[in-house]
């Protein structure tokens, strides 16, 4: 699809449909990866204890890749509705997926199922029964946090200037996730993958996030253990 004389509805409807079909076999392409380099991560772990790093990395990626694919296949999902409204006689449609598939992606959460899954089978390889919630790695400068960014605003932890966290441990931009518990007692938590409530009694001011502030600004702790001042 490019600039083009307008199509028919019909024509249009078909031809959206086959790319959504298309779209939608690549996603699952991505699930048999990520399985595959699942039960790899599983063997590798057996043999020697922290030697997945790179796989999981892979997963990573294409647990993004999915998000962008999802994006896409909203986007071809919003030409079918909006085609007929445009006015032009001629329609660039790969500008309009483009940047429908970025707006779509914006919005979208982080797909974070096949990493979960990931992680559980690693530390299943010791028989290790942590809770099944994402835990990141030391490297990605999150050692003691449970996600990378604010579910909500998808601002990195150690950017965020008021953090708090709930009681599993995961951190958020305090005036977002206030809003978004507005007037309820509870609700999900916002990260996916996750499957605790969140309420605002849970939550208190973020140590570990101000930890991992001023651990990027290159600040440390004093050695009485007290967080030294910005």
């Known amino acids: 699809m490019s600039a083009s004389p307008r199509l028919s509805a019909v024509r249009l409807a078909a031809s959206v449909e ?11 392409h991505v699930r048999i990866a990520c399985e595959a380099a699942t039960e790899a991560a599983r063997i590798a772990e057996r043999d020697a204890r922290g030697s997945s790093k790179a796989l999981r990395a892979k997963v990573e990626a294409l647990c993004e ?21 445009a006015a032009t006689t001629e329609f660039n449609f790969e500008e309009y997926l483009t940047k429908k598939t970025k707006h779509y992606a914006s919005k979208r959460r982080q797909e ?6 990931f992680d559980e089978a690693v530390r299943g390889v010791d028989g290790d029964d942590l809770d099944a919630d994402l835990v ?50 509870s609700v ?9 409530k969140v309420s605002k009694a849970d939550l208190k001011p973020s ?3 101000l930890k991992m502030k001023q651990r990027a600004e290159g600040l440390d702790e004093d050695d009485s253990g007290q967080l030294l001042s910005p």
């Open 136 to 185: 990141l790695d030391e490297e990605d400068g999150t050692a003691g946090a449970r996600n990378a960014k604010c579910p909500l605003t998808a601002k990195r932890i150690e950017a965020i200037d008021e953090p708090v966290e709930d009681k599993m441990g995961f951190i958020y931009e305090k005036d977002a996730i206030m809003r978004y518990i507005g007037s309820k007692k």
């Open 112 to 117: 974070l199922e096949y990493l979960i899954a």
């Open 65 to 85: 890749l999915k998000r962008e694919k999802l994006a896409r296949v909203d986007a071809l999902e919003a030409l079918r509705r909006e085609y007929e409204c």
């Open 188 to 196: 999900d938590c916002p990260e996916a993958g996750t499957r605790h």
């Open 18 to 28: 086959a790319r959504i079909d298309e779209t939608r076999e690549s996603i699952e």
């Open 207 to 209: 140590r570990t996030a």
